[in-house]
C-alpha cells in the first residue's frame, strides 16, 4: 500500500470480509505496507476479520508476506512479535 488506508476504507474492507465470512473462513491473508498509519489501519481489519474467522496479517516487505502464506501454520490469530515499526504485538 503505497498510500495510507482510511479508516472507512478499513471498515469497508472488514465489511466486505464478513458478507464473505463463508468463502474466507479459514484462509491468511497478507498485506503489505510501508507506511505505519496503514499499518494501524491493517491491524485494526485483522483484529475485526477474526469474526470471519480468518488470519489477516501485516507486513512491511513481500518476501516476509510470501514467506508466511506459503508456511504451513496451525490455528489462526495473532502471535506474540515485534512489528515493523518498533510497536510490540500479543496474541487477541
Do not use: C
Request: glycine fraction near 6%; proline fraction near 5%.
Amino acid at each position: 500500500m503505497k498510500v495510507p488506508v482510511t479508516p472507512s476504507q478499513a471498515k469497508q474492507m472488514v465489511e466486505h470480509l464478513v458478507n464473505l465470512a463463508d468463502a474466507f473462513a479459514g484462509t491468511r491473508w497478507a498485506a503489505v505496507t510501508s507506511q505505519p498509519a496503514s499499518y494501524g489501519m491493517m491491524r485494526m481489519v485483522s483484529v475485526h476479520a477474526e469474526r470471519v474467522p480468518m488470519d489477516v496479517r501485516i507486513f512491511s516487505s513481500l518476501e516476509a508476506a510470501e514467506s508466511w502464506l506459503d508456511s504451513v501454520e496451525e490455528g489462526l490469530g495473532w502471535y506474540s512479535k515485534s512489528s515493523p515499526f518498533g510497536e510490540s504485538e500479543t496474541a487477541v
